[in-house]
């Protein structure tokens, strides 16, 4: 059965960066996609980008291009996203999530907070 | 604000039938098909409905979606307390070179 493991809570001050994992099984890495969604809390989900289980391509939201970093590592089936330059607003659980095609997140990763607090 | 619109809240009684809207545009609904998420308190999203009116194995058929033009529908019939949750519709936007992903601000059904 499909699996993705994420990382655990992370606790940052402001201005630091965090990076995230993703750890996916059950399936052939290379032949999907995996993207990363946060939710604030009490808000709605918010897409972050995309990295390609295949080559490592990337489709960044624009909002967060030049702030986040999103990489695969098929030899152990995970895939990193790194956020930089955190803010308060940061602060939210993020979801990795196997694409099933540009509009579809069919299997999602159990989440991880990550708290941005001086 | 969400690319997407979706009612903040919608209720029902148990047994009963609630639909859910979601209003886009050209540039996503219009052109993009449409999935549909379900989450429970305190879990991760769960893909509901995708390609406009398809369930993943294991989804039952009270779950049931639509597109029309640049709407879409989540009709979900025979309502249990165990449907209590908010659901996200979600697309692809293509306004964009590379396109992105976009979701709805999210529906709380109650369960009355």
């Known amino acids: 059965q499909v699996q993705l493991v994420q990382s655990g809570g992370e606790v940052k001050k402001p201005g630091a960066s965090v990076k995230v994992s993703c750890k996916a099984s059950g399936y052939t890495f290379t032949n999907y996609g995996i993207s990363w969604v946060r939710q604030a809390p009490g808000q709605g989900l918010e897409w972050v980008g995309w990295?390609?289980?295949?080559?490592?391509?990337?489709n960044y939201a624009q909002k967060f291009q030049g702030r986040v970093t999103m990489t695969a590592d098929t030899s152990t089936s995970t895939v990193y996203m790194e956020l930089r330059s955190l803010t308060s607003d940061d602060t939210a659980v993020y979801y990795c999530?196997?694409?099933?095609?540009?509009?579809?997140?069919?299997?999602w990763g159990q989440g991880t907070l990550v708290t941005v607090s001086s | 604000q969400s690319v997407l619109t979706q009612p903040p809240s919608v209720s029902a009684a148990p047994g009963q039938k609630v639909t859910i809207s979601c209003s886009g545009s050209?540039?996503?609904?219009?052109?993009?098909?449409v999935a549909w998420y379900q989450q429970l308190p305190g879990t991760a999203p769960k893909l509901l409905i995708y390609?406009?009116?398809k369930r993943p194995s294991g989804i039952p058929d009270r779950f049931s979606g639509s597109k029309s033009g640049t709407s879409a529908t989540l009709v979900i019939t025979g309502l249990q307390t165990g449907d209590e949750a908010d659901y996200y519709c979600g697309t692809w936007d293509s306004s964009l070179s590379d396109g992105f992903a976009v979701f709805g601000g999210g529906t709380q059904l109650t369960v009355l």
């Open positions: 050209s540039s996503n609904i219009g052109n993009n098909n």
């Open positions: 990295v390609s289980g295949y080559n490592g391509n990337t």
């Open positions: 390609d406009n009116d």
């Open positions: 999530a196997r694409d099933k095609s540009a509009p579809v997140r069919e299997y």
